[in-house]
């Protein structure tokens, strides 16, 4: 059964960077479609960014886009989030997911079978 465990998430200032890592164990990633998602407090979990198995980048939302970017190392099994100028509407708690069956389109919730148990980041005005 693979596990996702996520690292680098803490405590950073208004247009601060954070590296987020992902590491799976007990099986291989490297045919998984990836994604990261995050849940603020009181809110829903919302897509962040995903990345094909092969390493192209699917998307990436909105409030991200030209600050953040998703990249893998299959030979690592691990996913990785670079966060830079990070505001404090960043803030949430940060997880990995892995889509091993691709049945649904990456930004739903649903698409992904595997999930890391988070991360928080904070980002302080």
């Known amino acids: 059964q693979v596990q996702l465990v996520e690292s680098g998430g803490g405590l950073v200032q208004a247009g601060g960077s954070l590296r987020l890592s992902c590491t799976a164990s007990g099986g291989d990633i490297s045919r998984f479609r990836m994604g990261w998602f995050r849940q603020a407090p009181g809110k829903e979990r919302q897509f962040v960014a995903a990345?094909?198995?092969?390493?192209?980048?699917?998307d990436y939302a909105d409030a991200v886009k030209g600050r953040f970017t998703i990249s893998r190392d299959n030979a690592k099994n691990t996913q990785y989030l670079q966060m830079n100028s990070l505001k404090p509407e960043d803030t949430a708690v940060y997880y990995c997911?892995?889509?091993?069956?691709?049945?649904?389109?990456?930004?739903?919730?649903?698409?992904?079978?595997?999930w890391g148990q988070g991360t928080q980041v904070t980002v302080s005005s």
């Open positions: 997911a892995g889509d091993s069956n691709r049945s649904y389109n990456y930004r739903f919730l649903i698409a992904y079978n595997y």
């Open positions: 990345i094909s198995s092969s390493g192209v980048i699917l």
